[in-house]
Structure formats: C-alpha cells, structure tokens
C-alpha cells in the first residue's frame, strides 16, 4: 500500500526547534498540494500547514510565524520546521497529499 513516510520527530524543550520531513512518491509530490495536519491525545486531528505545487503557502493561526512549510521537488519531499515551540504543540504530526496519509510521526514538547 502507497503511503506518505514522516519524519523528524521527538522530544524537545519549550521553545526550541525541530524539522520534520515527508516523502511522498513523486507522482503524488509533483500534482498535488501538499499539506501537515496534527492530531493531540483526545483532540480531534487539525490542520496545520499546506503548500501548492507552486509554492504558495498558508498556515493555521495557532502556527502562524513559528512554522514554515516548504518542498523540495527534486526530493519529492515536503518539510515543516517548527521554531518557538510549545507544550500545545504536543502531537501526532501527519502529511498529506492527495488521497495519500502518512504513518505519522510523534513530536513532543515539555515545559
């Protein structure tokens, strides 16, 4: 079965960084805008980020100015770089493009 592959998850303090990664095969990568939703423990899943083909680019206010999307087309990969992170940040991250989802990958911050 096709599925997206995340990466680039795990523990980290309140106000630091991580950059997670999402591989997608390239058909997937080349014709669809991609997108990261996340998913806290007993909330329902929300989006967080989404990226056209073209590039443009738009963000969850919750996120708004502490993260950026970006994609790499000759890697077929899509990223998320967090910065200023935040307990409520605390989530499963997941990527998405097309009818595809990956796995997810866990990202936890502690304050």
């Known amino acids: 079965q096709v599925r997206l592959v995340e990466s680039g998850g795990g523990l980290v303090q309140a106000g630091g960084s991580l950059r997670l990664c999402c591989q997608a095969p390239g058909i997937i990568f080349r014709t669809n805008t991609m997108a990261w939703y996340r998913q806290a423990p007993g909330k329902q899943r929300e989006w967080v980020a989404v990226?056209?083909?073209?590039?443009?680019?738009k963000y969850a206010e919750s996120v708004k100015n502490r993260f950026t999307i970006s994609r790499e087309n000759a890697k077929n990969t899509m990223y998320l770089q967090m910065s200023s992170l935040k307990s409520e940040d605390t989530a499963v991250y997941y990527c998405?493009?097309?009818?595809?989802w990956g796995s997810g990958t866990q990202v936890t911050v502690s304050s």
């Open positions: 998405q493009g097309g009818t595809l």
């Open positions: 990226i056209g083909i073209g590039g443009s680019t």
